[in-house]
């Protein structure tokens, strides 16, 4: 019989991850492209089913030894039909079938999911919140996305759409967000806002991971910076504890590389605005499985949606 594998995939903002996993889900091969150098819908699809292609090709494969493909896409998506509802940072995609597009073009089964989702299918199988029944995983990067496992098991809402943590408002009035809503938790701590703010501040370009390695070495500035990030991260959070009495908490994605500068002051604020009761006992924790949880989880949801 011959060898299986899956292709996942990991759509963002910033990057598309294209990965070859076997069944252990461990990465034998990925290719790294940048979103935002592939410019409409067509380049996109394009781009996604050449890499496909290539990577199938590269390792000497065939279309046979692929048990399928995972997507993990950044935003509202019909997880059951395959369409993508609309992508708050990428243009050209609303109401788009692009699990059908694929499978013709690619002549293999394709699975659609959001990308916070499947972050928090892979943390919860195999990573920080694997010990943990309700847990909401967030990532956090160009936009900020959540998934919630409840009862041990990925909570999807009524059409799909839940845990969209990055789109609760944290003010009446504040900054436009990407969804068309204003003051979204996303609108102050995606990363083109920090390092809009950092500019400001420093009256120059600085990159996150100079900001972190700033605040690293008590930077002022960059410690303000992290403080007030975390502090909006936590007040939303804190509802998001009274709302819905989680265990944990996981945090992912490029912002959350800034380590304990952001997660204590994450802590702090969840604590202080919090009702007692569901604060005392919740853990704010780091993810486990970094930049390839997302490749990870589309990995596990070929698997468990294959399965009879």
Wanted: charged share 20%; hydrophobic share 45%.
């Amino acid at each position: 019989m011959a060898k299986k594998f899956i292709i996942g995939i990991d759509l963002g903002g910033t990057n598309l991850k294209i990965a070859l996993l076997d069944l252990k889900y461990k990465i034998r091969d990925k290719e790294v492209l940048s979103t935002r150098r592939l410019g409409n819908k067509k380049g996109l699809t394009t781009a996604i089913v050449s890499a496909i292609n290539s990577i199938i090709e590269n390792n000497k494969l065939s279309k046979s030894n692929i048990l399928g493909v995972g997507m993990g896409l950044p935003g509202p998506i019909d997880a059951e039909r395959g369409i993508v509802h609309f992508f708050p940072n990428i243009p050209g995609f609303r109401e788009v079938n692009l699990k059908n597009i694929l499978e013709k073009k690619l002549r293999m089964r394709v699975f659609l999911d959001n990308d916070a989702k499947l972050m928090a299918l892979a943390e919860h199988r195999l990573g920080s919140a694997r010990s943990f029944k309700n847990v909401l995983c967030l990532t956090l990067g160009t936009g900020v996305g959540g998934g919630l496992i409840i009862g041990g098991r990925l909570y999807r809402g009524f059409n799909n759409a839940s845990a969209e943590v990055g789109h609760i408002p944290l003010n009446e009035k504040g900054p436009a967000c990407n969804c068309g809503g204003s003051a979204c938790l996303e609108a102050y701590i995606g990363n083109n806002r920090i390092t809009k703010y950092a500019r400001r501040l420093f009256k120059r370009g600085i990159s996150l991971e100079e900001l972190s390695a700033k605040a690293k070495n008590n930077d002022t500035l960059a410690l303000r910076i992290w403080h007030r990030i975390g502090e909006q991260l936590g007040i939303a959070l804190a509802g998001v504890v009274n709302l819905l009495n989680l265990d944990a908490i996981v945090i992912g994605g490029g912002v959350a590389n800034a380590g304990p500068v952001l997660f204590d002051k994450v802590s702090q604020a969840l604590k202080e605005r919090a009702m007692s009761v569901q604060s005392k006992h919740v853990k704010v924790l780091q993810a486990a499985l970094g930049s390839n949880a997302g490749l990870i989880g589309a990995a596990i949801a070929v698997r468990e949606r294959m399965r009879p």
